[in-house]
């Protein structure tokens, strides 16, 4: 995997129920909150479980 240096920060406002739920989303995957929301940008997959459970 290609390593790049990360010298961009974005801040976005969310509510503390959306943070928690992205958290938890975050730790079932075993990833930091920063690597799943990356990993969520870069394959546009912004479907949720029960969505994906549906197809």
């Known amino acids: ?3 790049r240096k990360k010298n ?10 959306e943070k928690k739920r992205m958290e938890y989303r975050a730790k079932q995957n075993k990833l930091t ?3 799943y929301l990356r990993k969520l940008v870069i394959t546009n ?8 459970e549906n197809e």
């Open 1 to 3: 995997m290609l390593k």
């Open 8 to 17: 961009t920060v974005v801040i976005f406002r969310i509510s503390e129920y």
């Open 33 to 35: 909150l920063s690597e």
């Open 45 to 52: 997959d912004l479907k949720n479980d029960k969505e994906k």
